[in-house]
């Protein structure tokens, strides 16, 4: 009996140190991080904002890829895509593609993709079939989208936002299993597949058959380990001892630790060391008093001084944001509203926010030493942050410090995430910093429909979280919607008008950039994009790949 | 005995079924909606949110009233059904537990076990020896006053990265897929040992400090005085005082084990290790009613088993208890 055992044992232990790859080659594996903070649970395209970070860009893949850099369109599956009229766009896809089953991928899967949200109102992008009338597939390879009422702007970011399902399989799915399934084992057409998960990590592995191999070239890494790493003390352990290649995290004390560990590599060598991804913007309650008043609002945006947030809180891993917002990338400032910003703009300004503050009848009556609302009432601003986000809360004790030194009573305030956001959506707050909707896109439009979602309703879920009302600005945001992207002079002429509004009524105020956080270690892959070889814009976040992520790992050297 | 026993299992079974409605109600209470924080995750266009949350809100049975919300609860709970977690969505609760306890029970019980009897007996030989008690009080009092998060931070710099001895995250190495082979069960091993470490020194502490007071108490107590003047051997007065002592630190165990299905989160978070405390305090910022009742109900049959056993126990180790209840006396 104990002989066998013996020999069963030995036997379990050689059969699984030869089996295959149960133990990864370093050279041959990427390990990254930033981008997943809870257990694996979701590789459902249906539903991207919980799916495991590379469902959409590793194993699902959009129409166009989007490069920020260049403010390009980068084909994918499809080969070219144009208007062909006012309302129709046709895209020609590429030939030979194939999903992870073989299966070849044709202009059905892509027809099949958008009408089976006309079929399930319930997915999320089933509002395109407001303004989408149909879709033709004159043959495999072209698919030709009728409009009813286009939405230029929209459509340029669903078509490299929309991940293309295979019509194979997921046709055969019941309603409820497309909307709640964890798909998992997903089969997409990506560069990479699912290989397996445990509870802290998600590992891929390079798919050799990927139509791209001949079309961009292969990506390096053979395997990709995601993590989730649950505190920072430990993602900046493991960069150190060059565990963990390439990070997305925010990372305090990076610009020191880069003088001692030159193998830790950012965008920029020197300040702000990363890219600018997305603007904090702190909303103003427009429906309370005194915030409805756009005069309290416009003095106020003199008294913020994001630079010192940006030095003191961020150690210059962020830049101060421009007057509307603007990221610093090419696809929006082409559009940047110079005029408005020229005659309307502000800047920090203690001096000049008093002076508006006194014109404004916002004078200290009573002497406690701050200042009272014309009607003599007291007032306080109370900036809501969500507890536990420490370089967010750092800067709103400081711009609460700048309120009071104009005279504005004003206090930081930390609700736990979950009434954060139920304060905000459901518009039971004074002032809150946010940035859910101001992310690099394609067009400052997002921004914008996001600043000033409409229609006001009881709850505002993405967006316009003041409930700052007005039609004509409303109704400008829907035209910049349906202006043609490349009429660069037409859109900026609505934008001027936007930015117009935007900085006399000041529903918010635009503070500072986030940052693309990135740092890679140079330890193991090398030829990380950079200032200095813009390659690729270097993002893992979930939903973000098909923005410079997939163009990395293509990019990478050893 | 047997009415004895009767009349603290109803009570038992009342106490679950209020403990269980507790657990139901409260997660309920906290201020905030969590379909609103599921939507707020995603960064997509505000058209898609608004969808999105009135199809989640009915998906999860959000929009009925409350009452009806607690009969389903129940009636799923017979079924075994704990819901889905929403911060996990949309995976089962019982899959997320199943995933993440073995881990926080693979560092807890040990760790618990461990400290309890190296502690009990380092207490008991402290309580007995003056010169090394006033060298190691101090120290236990240190060692039980570290937080976690401190001692772990401290072990993971040390051991983890200056002297790169220990790894410092994750429950295996991110390069290895689970499997049977010493390779696997050594780099397990080396992952476990400073999360161990962190938690069994700070436990000791506590334990022996625990034990070495009650130790003295009894040594003063007046049996031990009595069986002194009578002529008795050292040796036999140490092992009364020890089986006296150690009574409430039976307690204290069996109630430390009943909760160790909660996890121990500033640990997981400092070696970033995959166990349920970690996603339980998630859970609770998520407000994941389902996830928290889930685990809360865990813990609710923990602390209860582990009281029914310390009842049980008690009867066994303790004479007078057994004779009283028994009528005997």
């Known amino acids: 009996m104990k002989k066998v055992f013996i020999f069963a044992l030995v036997l379990l232990i050689f059969s699984s140190m030869f089996a295959a790859d149960v133990v990864y080659k370093r050279d041959e594996t990427l390990y990254a991080g930033g981008g997943m903070w809870a257990p694996p649970s979701n590789w459902s395209p249906i539903t991207p904002w919980n799916a495991v970070t590379g469902t959409v860009g590793l194993l699902y893949e959009t129409l166009f890829n989007y490069d920020p850099l260049t403010d390009t369109l980068i084909p994918w599956l499809a080969e070219s895509g144009k208007w062909t009229s006012n309302k129709t766009y046709e895209i020609k896809l590429r030939k030979g593609m194939t999903w992870h089953d073989g299966h070849p991928l044709t202009s059905k899967d892509v027809k099949f993709t958008y009408e089976l949200a006309k079929q399930i109102p319930e997915i999320y992008y089933s509002p395109v079939w407001n303004w989408l009338a149909k879709i033709d597939t004159p043959d495999d390879y072209t698919v030709v989208f009728t409009f009813s009422s286009p939405r230029y702007h929209e459509w340029s970011y669903d078509l490299y936002q929309n991940p293309i399902l295979p019509e194979h399989i997921w046709a055969k799915k019941s309603k409820d299993d497309v909307l709640t399934g964890a798909n998992e084992k997903a089969i997409g057409s990506g560069a990479y597949l699912f290989e397996t998960y445990g509870t802290d990590r998600m590992i891929y592995l390079r798919n050799d058959n990927w139509w791209g191999n001949k079309v961009f070239g292969q990506p ?11 505190s920072n003390n430990v993602a900046l352990g493991m960069i150190m001892k060059g565990e963990l290649d390439c990070s997305n995290f925010f990372l305090p ?18 300040e702000p060391y990363m890219l600018s991804d997305n603007t904090a913007y702190l909303f103003f309650n427009t429906t309370i008093k005194p915030l409805n008043d756009p005069n309290l609002r416009r003095a106020l945006a003199y008294a913020i001084d994001p630079t010192i947030i940006a030095k003191n809180v961020y150690e210059g891993q962020v830049l101060p944001s421009n007057n509307v917002g603007f990221l610093p990338i090419k696809g929006w400032m082409k559009f940047y509203p110079e005029n408005a910003v020229k005659q309307y703009g502000f800047k920090y300004d203690p001096k000049t926010a008093r002076s508006l503050l006194d014109k404004a009848g916002y004078k200290d009556v009573n002497k406690d030493g701050y200042r009272e609302a014309p009607d003599g009432s007291k007032f306080k601003i109370e900036i809501s942050v969500p507890y536990g986000w420490t370089d967010w809360m750092e800067s709103a004790k400081i711009i609460a410090a700048q309120f009071v030194q104009v005279g504005i009573n004003a206090e930081a305030k930390f609700p736990d995430y979950s009434k954060y956001n139920d304060d905000l959506i459901s518009g039971k707050f004074s002032a809150a910093i946010s940035n859910s909707g101001s992310q690099m896109t394609i067009s400052p439009w997002t921004s914008f429909n996001w600043l000033f979602n409409s229609p006001i309703s009881e709850n505002m879920y993405n967006g316009n979280f003041g409930k700052y009302n007005n039609q004509k600005l409303f109704d400008l945001v829907t035209q910049l919607n349906s202006t043609p992207m490349d009429d660069t002079a037409a859109n900026k002429k609505v934008i001027e008008q936007i930015a117009e509004i935007f900085l006399k009524d000041m529903p918010a105020i635009p503070l500072w950039y986030n940052g693309m956080w990135f740092e890679a270690s140079t330890q193991v892959w090398k030829g990380w994009p950079s200032e200095k070889t813009p390659y690729a814009y270097p993002t893992t976040w979930g939903g973000r790949w098909q923005t410079g992520g997939v163009m990395m790992l293509i990019g990478l050297k050893q | 005995m047997k009415k004895y026993l009767g009349t603290k299992i109803l009570v038992y079974i009342l106490t679950f079924v209020f403990a269980v409605t507790l657990d139901w109600l409260i997660p309920r209470f906290m201020p905030g909606n969590p379909i609103l924080v599921l939507v707020s995750r995603f960064s997509g266009l505000p058209e898609s949110a608004r969808v999105m949350y009135s ?3 009915k998906a999860f049975g959000l929009d009925q009233p409350l ?20 911060y996990l969505y949309p995976r089962p609760v019982l899959e997320v537990l199943k995933m993440a306890i073995p881990y926080s029970l693979g ?17 008991a030989i402290a309580a007995r020896r003056k010169r090394l ?26 051991l983890g990265v200056v002297w790169d001895i220990f790894p410092i995250a994750g429950a295996y190495s991110f390069s290895l897929r689970p499997h049977l082979s010493w390779l696997f069960v050594g780099d397990f091993l080396k992952h476990w040992i400073l999360p161990f470490l962190s938690l069994f020194i700070v436990q000791i502490g506590g334990w022996a400090i625990g034990m070495r007071n009650m130790v003295i108490y009894e040594l003063e107590n007046n049996y031990v005085r009595y069986l002194e003047t009578l002529g008795v051997k050292r040796k036999l007065i140490r092992k009364y005082a020890f089986r006296n002592a150690i009574l409430p630190q039976v307690t204290g165990l069996a109630l430390q084990l009943g909760t160790v299905i909660a996890g121990q989160v500033t640990t997981e978070v400092v070696f970033s290790y995959p166990g349920i405390g970690y996603i339980l305090t998630q859970g609770i910022l998520n407000q994941d009613y389902f996830l928290i009742q889930g685990c809360f109900l865990f813990i609710i049959i923990g602390v209860l088993i582990a009281n029914f056993t310390v009842d049980l126990v008690y009867m066994a180790l303790d004479p007078r208890i057994r004779f009283s209840y028994g009528g005997e006396v």
């Open chain 1, 220 to 230: 390096k890494p053979k395997r990709i380990v995601y993590l989730t790493v649950s």
């Open chain 2, 133 to 158: 008690d006033s060298i190691m009080l101090p120290i236990m009092y240190f060692i039980t006053g570290a937080p976690y998060l401190w001692l772990g931070m401290l072990l993971a710099y040390f």
């Open chain 2, 67 to 86: 009452w009806s919300q607690y009969v389903n609860f129940w009636i799923a709970l017979f079924k075994g059904d704990l819901g889905i977690s929403i």
């Open chain 1, 253 to 270: 004390g990076i610009p020191t630790l880069k003088k001692t560990y030159t193998d830790i590599h950012t965008w920029f060598d020197k």
């Open chain 2, 55 to 57: 199809y989640l809100t």
């Open chain 2, 107 to 123: 560092l807890m019980i040990p760790s618990i076990l461990l400290s309890w009897i190296v502690g009990n007996n380092l207490g």
